[in-house]
Nanobody
Framework: QVQLVESGGGLVQAGGSLRLSCAAS????????MGWYRQAPGKQREPVAVLTSGGGTNYADSVKGRFTISRDNAKNTFYLQMNSLKPEDTAVYYC???????????????WGQGTQVTVSS
């Protein structure tokens, strides 16, 4: 019923910036927590940035001060602005959102398809 589509990944040199977008489509009654996760080869998927419906944010220590999560409620889209990128940021980035999908506000977790971010030295 709901689909999350990611865009904005690519290849960038160290110190550069990228902005990832995650657009939700379908019948959306509510969007609760939303966030970005990443997974590098041979490593576990880890949370990078989370934005709650109450306005709170949580960032991994490794990205604090460099990454910013934000949302555009009118577009059902949220973003990850990544500045001062480092080679260790290289990973597949996934967006996630917990969405109320009906009038009962049944909550379902959805994941984007993933987008590759590669940071070269």
């Amino acid at each position: 019923q709901v689909q999350l589509v990611e865009s904005g990944g690519g290849l960038v040199q160290a110190g550069g910036s990228l902005r990832l977008s995650c657009a939700a489509s379908g019948r959306i009654f509510s969007i609760n927590n939303m966030g970005w996760y990443r997974q590098a080869p041979g490593k576990q998927r880890e949370p990078v940035a989370v934005l709650t419906s109450g306005g709170g944010t949580n960032y991994a220590d490794s990205v604090k001060g460099r990454f910013t999560i934000s949302r555009d409620n009118a577009k059902n889209t949220f973003y990850l602005q990544m500045n001062s990128l480092k080679p260790e940021d290289t990973a597949v980035y996934y967006c996630n959102a917990r969405i109320g999908v009906n009038v009962l506000l049944t909550l379902v977790d959805y994941w984007g398809q993933g987008t590759q971010v590669t940071v070269s030295s």
